[in-house]
Protein backbone atom coordinates (compact mmCIF):
# COMPACT_ATOMS: atom_id res chain seq x y z
CA UNK A 1 0.00 0.00 0.00
CA UNK A 2 1.16 3.53 -0.92
CA UNK A 3 1.62 6.66 1.06
CA UNK A 4 -1.07 7.65 -0.05
CA UNK A 5 -3.76 5.08 0.40
CA UNK A 6 -6.75 5.06 2.36
CA UNK A 7 -8.37 2.04 3.87
CA UNK A 8 -10.53 4.25 6.55
CA UNK A 9 -12.65 5.62 3.48
CA UNK A 10 -14.91 4.27 0.33
CA UNK A 11 -14.02 6.57 -2.25
CA UNK A 12 -16.45 4.86 -4.58
CA UNK A 13 -19.26 4.92 -2.45
CA UNK A 14 -18.57 8.81 -1.47
CA UNK A 15 -17.97 9.41 -5.71
CA UNK A 16 -21.08 7.33 -6.43
CA UNK A 17 -23.26 8.44 -3.17
CA UNK A 18 -22.28 12.26 -2.81
CA UNK A 19 -23.58 14.11 0.30
CA UNK A 20 -25.53 16.88 -0.52
CA UNK A 21 -22.24 19.37 0.49
CA UNK A 22 -20.07 17.35 -1.95
CA UNK A 23 -22.82 17.47 -4.38
CA UNK A 24 -23.02 21.38 -4.03
CA UNK A 25 -19.17 21.57 -4.35
CA UNK A 26 -18.89 19.56 -7.08
CA UNK A 27 -21.22 22.22 -8.83
CA UNK A 28 -19.49 25.25 -7.54
CA UNK A 29 -16.26 23.68 -8.46
CA UNK A 30 -17.28 22.36 -11.97
CA UNK A 31 -19.11 26.11 -12.49
CA UNK A 32 -16.25 28.15 -11.32
CA UNK A 33 -13.74 25.63 -14.00
CA UNK A 34 -16.46 26.99 -16.78
CA UNK A 35 -15.81 30.34 -15.69
CA UNK A 36 -12.38 30.06 -16.22
CA UNK A 37 -12.23 28.15 -19.36
CA UNK A 38 -14.68 30.73 -20.89
CA UNK A 39 -12.87 33.49 -19.34
CA UNK A 40 -9.17 32.35 -20.39
CA UNK A 41 -8.12 34.54 -22.46
CA UNK A 42 -9.26 37.79 -20.82
CA UNK A 43 -7.74 36.82 -17.42
CA UNK A 44 -4.45 36.09 -19.15
CA UNK A 45 -4.10 39.80 -20.77
CA UNK A 46 -5.25 40.71 -17.22
CA UNK A 47 -3.48 39.22 -14.96
CA UNK A 48 -0.80 36.70 -16.26
CA UNK A 49 1.54 35.77 -13.56
CA UNK A 50 -0.64 36.55 -11.17
CA UNK A 51 -2.63 34.88 -8.28
CA UNK A 52 -6.56 35.80 -8.54
CA UNK A 53 -9.79 35.34 -6.59
CA UNK A 54 -12.84 34.34 -7.98
CA UNK A 55 -16.56 33.73 -6.87
CA UNK A 56 -19.16 33.54 -9.41
CA UNK A 57 -17.56 34.98 -12.22
CA UNK A 58 -16.14 38.26 -10.26
CA UNK A 59 -12.72 38.84 -9.68
CA UNK A 60 -12.44 39.53 -5.92
CA UNK A 61 -8.79 39.83 -5.57
CA UNK A 62 -5.63 40.06 -7.44
CA UNK A 63 -1.76 38.41 -6.06
CA UNK A 64 0.94 36.86 -6.29
CA UNK A 65 1.18 34.66 -3.80
CA UNK A 66 -1.53 31.73 -3.46
CA UNK A 67 -1.24 30.41 -0.15
CA UNK A 68 -1.75 33.71 1.59
CA UNK A 69 -4.27 34.16 -0.54
CA UNK A 70 -6.17 30.83 0.36
CA UNK A 71 -5.04 31.76 3.77
CA UNK A 72 -6.84 35.12 4.35
CA UNK A 73 -10.16 33.76 2.16
CA UNK A 74 -10.48 31.22 4.76
CA UNK A 75 -10.42 33.62 7.21
CA UNK A 76 -12.47 36.38 6.37
CA UNK A 77 -15.01 33.44 4.33
CA UNK A 78 -14.22 29.93 5.51
CA UNK A 79 -18.49 29.11 3.95
CA UNK A 80 -18.42 30.50 0.96
CA UNK A 81 -16.93 29.41 -2.28
CA UNK A 82 -14.24 31.27 -3.53
CA UNK A 83 -12.07 29.47 -6.61
CA UNK A 84 -8.02 30.87 -6.36
CA UNK A 85 -6.49 30.28 -9.39
CA UNK A 86 -2.74 30.98 -10.94
CA UNK A 87 -3.08 32.67 -14.19
CA UNK A 88 0.30 31.38 -16.16
CA UNK A 89 2.42 33.96 -17.79
CA UNK A 90 3.18 32.07 -20.86
CA UNK A 91 -0.35 32.09 -23.13
CA UNK A 92 -3.18 29.73 -22.34
CA UNK A 93 -3.96 28.06 -24.88
CA UNK A 94 -7.03 25.85 -23.85
CA UNK A 95 -8.05 25.30 -20.00
CA UNK A 96 -9.99 21.93 -20.49
CA UNK A 97 -13.65 21.91 -19.04
CA UNK A 98 -14.24 18.56 -16.43
CA UNK A 99 -16.93 17.26 -19.18
CA UNK A 100 -13.79 17.14 -21.12
CA UNK A 101 -11.85 15.28 -18.81
CA UNK A 102 -14.13 12.95 -17.88
CA UNK A 103 -14.61 11.97 -21.43
CA UNK A 104 -10.96 11.71 -21.61
CA UNK A 105 -11.07 14.12 -24.48
CA UNK A 106 -7.59 16.03 -25.09
Known amino acids: MGKFDRTDIDIEKIWHNPSDYQ ?13 FAQHAEELWEEYK ?15 DDTIKMKAEFREKE ?27 AS
Open 23 to 35: RINRRMLYEAREW
Open 78 to 104: PEDSVMIMLIPSDPIRRIPRPIDVLKG
Open 49 to 63: GKVVAVRKGEVLAVG
